[in-house]
Each structure stands twice: as C-alpha cells, then as structure tokens.
T-cell receptor
Framework: KNQVEQSPQSLIILEGKNCTLQ??????????LRWYKQDTGRGPVSLTIMTFSENTKSNGRYTATLDADTKQSSLHITASQLSDSASYIC????????????????FGKGTKLSVIP | DAGVIQSPRHEVTEMGQEVTLRCKPISGHDYLFWYRQTMMRGLELLIYFNNNVPIDDSGMPEDRFSAKMPNASFSTLKIQPSEPRDSAVYFC??????????????FGQGTRLTVV
C-alpha cells in the first residue's frame, strides 16, 4: 500500500530560526514528490517538485531534498518568517496503475508549523 | 484564470439532508480530483476524473456519496443523506494535461461542511 509519513506532526519555532520537515514514503512506481504549503482556511499550494534524478531544489528560503534510495525527502526553511506558519504537506505521485489516463497522488498528513515572534 | 472555484465556501446542514458541493476547474485542465480533509485523516482522495470520465472512485466512502462531471468546466459532489461524520473540508483540484503525469495540482479554497 502506498504511504507517505511526515514528521514531526507539529512544530513551533521562533521567528528567524531554521527548521527541517521530514517525509518518508513507500510509493511505487515513483513519479515525483511535491511539497505543498496550506495556509489556514485555504487549499494547498505547491512549493516545489522533485523528480527521481533530483537531489536538491531551492525556492527562495525553502530547500527540498530527495533521497530516492532511502525514499526520504526533507523541506528546510531558512530564516523563518511569521508568514511561514502553515501546514506543509508532502505529496508523492505514482505513475498510472489503472491503464492509460490513470493517476495516483498519495498525501502525507502534514506538519503544522507555527512561527512565533 | 481565477483558479479552481468551489462553492459554497461553508455549508451547515442537518443530518439526513442532501448536500451538493460544486467545483469549476481551471480551463484546459483535464484531470479533476475531489478530496476530503479532516484533522484525523488528512487529505483523502475520494474520486478523480479524466476528460470528464470517472477513473477511480475507490475512495468514495459509501453509496451516500456520488460525483458527476457533466462537462469539462463543472463537477459536483453530492452526499445524500448526510451524516455528522461527513463533516470535513472538501477540496476540488485540477491538473494540467502535460505529458508528465504528476504535475502540480491546483486546489480550490475548499468547502467546509458541517452536518449537525
């Protein structure tokens, strides 16, 4: 069964500090991994995508890593800001298993990050 | 484009009533997904469509749930009869039709459903 596990479930950090969120997955056949940010009361929005051949990708203060061998990904946030307070969801995509046109996304339950002044 | 549009944003209904949630995907996106989000289970896929055709509805919890996509620009998720355990935020998402499956899913703002 495809699964995505995230840790920690919640995290509180001081403004300006760095933090790292973890994602472990068992999804096959792997297509790509995305990190989404979900602000309270809104839908998730993609931050970054990692494909099988990519190890590191940055998007501003966000840096995602992927180790396809150990099936682990991390999202590192540098110099956190109050606006970083949100849930961060790891989503792993599997290539279609149901024939042409099929598609599968497996979501983690997210890490709730609170940045306090 | 205004993004994925869902309505209503909030719905409060009594147990046993019929509830219909609506979604307008981004124009040109040929995949549409319905998700349910709760604190306990996170985001759960209910059903998804490709070119208006339901591809996988294995996530639909039971026969009380049904979804339709009569055309490329509109989809509905119906719950009849509704129960308190259906209370959750329901999201609709659409994906662009590029060759690489797994491109970004664009989510609507969600419908917060409360069944009392």
């Amino acid at each position: 069964k495809n699964q995505v596990e995230q840790s920690p479930q919640s995290l509180i950090i001081l403004e300006g500090k760095n933090c790292t969120l973890q994602c472990n997955y068992t999804v096959s056949p792997f297509s790509n991994l995305r990190w989404y940010k979900q602000d309270t009361g809104r839908g998730p929005v993609s931050l970054t995508i990692m494909t099988f051949s990519e190890n590191t990708k940055s998007n501003g203060r966000y840096t995602a890593t992927l180790d396809a061998d150990t099936k682990q990904s991390s999202l590192h946030i540098t110099a956190s800001q109050l606006s970083d307070s949100a849930s961060y969801i790891c989503v792993v995509s599997a290539r279609g298993l149901l024939g042409a046109g099929s598609y599968q996304l497996t979501f983690g339950k997210g890490t709730k990050l609170s940045v306090i002044p | 484009d205004a993004g994925v549009i869902q309505s209503p944003r909030h719905e409060v209904t009594e147990m046993g009533q019929e509830v219909t949630l609506r979604c307008k995907p981004i124009s040109g996106h040929d995949y549409l997904f319905w998700y349910r989000q709760t604190m306990m289970r996170g985001l759960e896929l209910l059903i998804y469509f490709n070119n208006n055709v339901p591809i996988d509805d294995s996530g639909m919890p039971e026969d009380r749930f049904s979804a339709k996509m009569p055309n490329a620009s509109f989809s509905t998720l119906k719950i009849q009869p509704s129960e308190p355990r259906d209370s959750a935020v329901y999201f609709c998402a659409s994906i662009s039709p590029f060759g690489d499956l797994g491109t970004e899913a664009f989510f609507g703002q969600g419908t917060r459903l409360t069944v009392v």
